[in-house]
């Protein structure tokens, strides 16, 4: 299994980015995915989740209505448009596969079972 991010860099804020994820050595259309961030100091923060049809997704409230979760079956590859960058999103960013034990409606309570992830992109939203 290999995810590799991409597309993070420094943006002030209100600027938007997009981060891909390439997934490669599983069936891509099988699992969920999530994108999760961890900040300077913190610990990590699940950020949006996508089932695997690509119909259904989750977001933590901080960035709904700013970013969108998308993926393309077809062609392995997840992604995280964000719009209106707040220097609070300022993190590393890494996608990951949650395992298929992990239902759909538990995911909000259990977010943090994936069990592959890629080495991050890092977002900076600073002026």
């Known amino acids: 299994v290999q995810l590799v991010e991409s597309g993070g860099g420094m943006v002030q804020p209100g600027g938007s980015l997009r981060l891909s994820c390439a997934a490669s050595?599983?069936?891509?259309?099988?699992?969920?995915m999530i994108w999760v961030r961890q900040a300077p100091g913190k610990g990590p923060e699940w950020v949006s989740a996508?089932?695997?049809?690509?119909?259904?997704?989750y977001y933590t409230d901080s960035v709904k209505g700013r970013f969108t979760i998308s993926r393309d079956n077809a062609k392995n590859t997840l992604y995280l448009q964000m719009n209106s960058l707040k220097p609070e999103d300022t993190a590393l960013y890494y996608c990951?596969?949650?395992?298929?034990?992990?239902?759909?409606?538990?995911?909000?309570?259990?977010?943090?079972?994936?069990?592959?992830w890629g080495q991050g992109t890092q977002v900076t939203v600073s002026s």
């Open positions: 990951a596969r949650l395992p298929l034990s992990v239902h759909w409606s538990d995911i909000p309570l259990r977010p943090y079972e994936y069990n592959y």
């Open positions: 050595g599983f069936t891509f259309y099988n699992y969920n």
């Open positions: 996508i089932k695997a049809g690509g119909i259904s997704t």
